[in-house]
């Protein structure tokens, strides 16, 4: 049972390195199910050789008390939820992966959980799924449409991408199969078969089985394949979506969806959410670009980190929202002004009946900044969309990637909450230190908002500096103000304006796995890399309130969210004598938002007390204070700092305990911090950690001999005991408590010699 304990505490390092190094941050939950964990992903990366064998080491058999071989676990990658016999296979299931490893038992019945799932690329199969009902011709919603998917199909899906289409109306209908897309010709032949007409009612149900036929009649079959369903009413024709549903489990499909205006069916959020799909939402407003985000992210977020040969391509992308007598006409010059390409340049195109206007660069291009300028043709004005798409040509490193989500896309609990998360890496390395913001667009004519995300290791942060940036949002509006459901749509914004952005590199160190010491990266001691100038850009897909949830005047006028909890709490200098410094990131006053009104800063010695009593601690007002004030916090994210006098003791075996909680002006307090802690003995004699490394290593020496010699005895007396064949149930108890908790800081430990 020790070692399983052991290799299970290794599998939850092991997650936590791949989730550093490699980029996988999905929040999906691991859980623990009678002493099994459940939810690991395993990604294999693109460029490994299919290979059969590498999953018949992925399998693992269930070692049990009584005959495992402890020298074989630490040759295991992970334990298992077992619900066989001892020393069968665990359960597993292959998911996404080519048709090599299909024939492989999969998963079977709901009893049986898999501790993992392995993932690998497989071609890209997507079916356009497109409302052309009568309600498409309002607003030119078609024209738009049809734009957003030229540019999709002719520009944003890589080749080797097989595409299939599909109309809905009151019916529906097939207008091409999976297609591969092999060359430009094919992606003009897939373009000539978008919709040129809209009428009839609204059958979303109808679309999504015409899909799922679709995929069926492919050599791959259903599972893994990807519906992208566009709408922009409500459904009225059965099969309604809750009729389908059975359908979309069965065939294992994730479902991608784009509400397209107020009026869209609200079931579209749900129903991507519970396929694992991405949710998106265009508001019809004039200054969104929601409509062409919503197509790009769902191939972007989902493209691998390529390492093959270079391919660098750069497009422009203008888009007209009105039929003008005379086009918008772009020149666009390098950046050393040696190459200007305008309206008579081979790489210049401009699509008639799109109105819209691309430039495709293809090749190695020249870095750094290209001026663009746009002249209007009409002695009007106009409202144009701009965007630009840029491929990596770096081969060592791979692109610099920009992805956005959050927390939950149907929100269902008042009062309202999520997070916006946004995650910056150049291959697999975690971009730190950048500028990254959110626009929230809000319904109705409420402005926009802005929110800046941060990788502090507070509020919404989970780790410091791991390239993840996020940040809550709250500025919900009165549900009044939506039409039909309300929506929010999110875009992200990153860029090194601050001029400190760069490259968190890790460097292999010693850790804690049983058999290879150095194969633990570590980011420790290492200054980010520079990154130099760039800008990015993501959607972070759609926040959609459920129907249920009210918001009127009285839930504006209310505070309702306390500050966040302080996570980083910390102990920073003990240089003075009777004395310590603590530092912190400061809370906010609505979670991680504006500024709370004051900190409860307390003190114990013991560690349970101040954990489980925190109100009842002695509590540290701004008078114990030699430096600081707990009485004016900064805005959230900066930093925080107090120096607080320790009572003078002649028990140098004291511990002393320090947690903290942040208050605002309603009287909302946050949840406990964090707790830190520091010896009496350093306290009071103002050594540095540097000072004290020797002399607590003999410590720390001296007590593990005891401990040893302590356990000999205690198990020489059990052995005796046991052979003495008595039957009393003998308790040994100990006068020393161990506490293992992540939520303990040890900056400092006091060793306390067993007596």
């Avoid at 004290?692 to 410590?699: A, F, N, P, R, V």
Wanted: charged fraction near 20%; aromatic fraction near 8%.
């Amino acid at each position: 049972m020790a070692e399983r304990r052991k290799l299970l505490g290794h599998i939850l390092l092991y997650i936590s390195l791949c989730r550093a190094v490699f980029g996988i941050t999905t929040r999906t939950p691991i859980t623990l199910i009678n002493n099994g964990y459940t939810g690991l992903l395993i990604a294999i990366h693109e460029q490994v050789p299919e290979n059969l064998e590498i999953l018949n080491r992925l399998q693992i058999t269930d070692f049990c008390d009584d005959d495992g071989d402890p020298d074989a676990i630490h040759n295991q990658l992970a334990n298992n939820q077992q619900n066989k016999q001892c020393g069968h296979r665990s359960n597993w299931a292959v998911m996404n992966d080519h048709t090599d490893f299909a024939d492989n038992t999969p998963l079977g019945g709901a009893d049986t959980l898999p501790i993992f799932t392995i993932v690998k690329a497989r071609d890209r199969r997507t079916v356009l799924i497109m409302d052309v009902s009568g309600s498409m011709f309002l607003n030119d919603r078609l024209n738009m449409l049809v734009q957003a998917a030229t540019r999709y199909i002719r520009h944003t899906l890589p080749l080797g991408s097989w595409l299939g289409l599909v109309e809905f109306s009151t019916s529906s209908r097939t207008t091409s199969p999976l297609t591969q897309i092999t060359n430009d010709q094919v992606r003009e032949d897939l373009i000539a078969l978008l919709p040129v007409r809209a009428n009839g009612n609204t059958c979303i149900g109808c679309g999504i089985l015409e899909g799922i036929q679709v995929l069926e009649n492919s050599t791959e079959g259903t599972e893994g394949g990807i519906l992208f369903i566009i709408s922009d009413g409500e459904e009225n024709i059965e099969p309604y979506l809750n009729d389908v549903m059975y359908n979309v489990t069965e065939s294992q499909t994730i479902v991608d969806t784009l509400a397209f205006s107020e009026q869209a069916d609200f079931q579209l959020t749900s129903l991507s959410t519970a396929t694992g799909g991405k949710s998106n939402y265009y508001s019809e407003s004039p200054t969104s670009t929601a409509l062409h985000d919503g197509f790009t992210t769902c191939v972007i977020d989902r493209e691998l980190n390529s390492y093959g040969a270079p391919v660098q391509q750069v497009l422009l992308f203008l888009r007209e929202f009105s039929t003008p007598d005379s086009s918008v006409t772009v020149d666009l010059t390098s950046p050393s002004g040696g190459v200007v390409i305008n309206e008579d340049s081979p790489e210049y195109s401009y699509d008639k009946r799109t109105k819209t206007t691309t430039i495709h660069l293809e090749g190695q291009s020249e870095v750094g900044s290209w001026a663009y300028i746009i002249r209007n043709g009409d002695q009007s004005s106009r409202l144009i969309e701009i965007s630009i798409e840029s491929r990596s040509g770096d081969n060592e490193m791979g692109p610099m990637k920009l992805t956005s989500s959050v927390g939950s896309a149907l929100i269902d609990t008042t009062p309202p909450q999520t997070v916006v998360y946004a995650e910056l890496r150049r291959g697999h390395s975690a971009v730190i230190n950048a500028n990254v913001v959110a626009t929230v667009e809000r319904p109705d004519n409420n402005a926009d908002v802005r929110l800046q995300l941060l990788d502090n290791g507070g509020g919404a942060d989970v780790t410091k500096e791991d390239g993840v940036y996020s940040a809550y949002f709250l500025d919900f509006v009165k549900t009044d103000d939506c039409i039909n459901i309300c929506r929010y749509t999110v875009k992200v914004e990153a860029n090194d304006d601050y001029g400190t952005a760069g490259i968190q590199e890790y460097v292999m160190g010693s850790g804690a796995l049983p058999t290879n010491y150095s194969a633990i990266p570590s980011s420790f001691g290492q200054e980010p890399t520079p990154i130099g100038e760039f800008d990015r850009t993501a959607t972070g897909g759609v926040i959609q309130l459920d129907d249920s949830i009210e918001i009127g005047e009285e839930h504006m006028n209310i505070d309702l969210y306390p500050p966040s909890r302080i996570a980083d709490l910390k102990i920073t200098n003990f240089a003075y004598a009777d004395c310590v410094q603590l530092g912190w990131t400061a809370s906010g006053d609505d979670f991680d938002q504006g500024t709370a009104t004051s900190y409860d800063l307390r003190t114990s010695t013991t560690f349970f007390e101040l954990k489980s009593n925190f109100s009842q601690c002695l509590r540290i007002h701004d008078s114990d204070l030699i430096e600081g004030t707990l009485l004016s916090p900064h805005t959230a994210g900066s930093q925080e700092s107090v120096t607080v006098s320790i009572p003078t003791t002649t028990n140098r075996n004291m511990t002393y305990y320090f947690a903290i909680v942040a208050i605002d002006e309603a009287a909302n307090h946050g949840d406990i911090s964090v707790i830190a802690s520091i010896s009496a003995t350093m306290a009071a004699g103002g050594e540095t950690i540097e000072d004290s490394t020797l002399e607590m290593w003999l410590i720390v020496l001296v007590c593990l001999i005891c401990a040893a010699i302590i356990i000999m005895i205690i198990g020489f007396v059990a052995f005796s005991l046991s052979k003495n064949g008595k039957d009393e149930v003998i308790s040994l108890q100990s006068d020393i408590d161990v506490e293992i908790s992540n939520e303990f800081i040890h900056t400092s430990r006091s060793i306390h010699p067993i007596v």
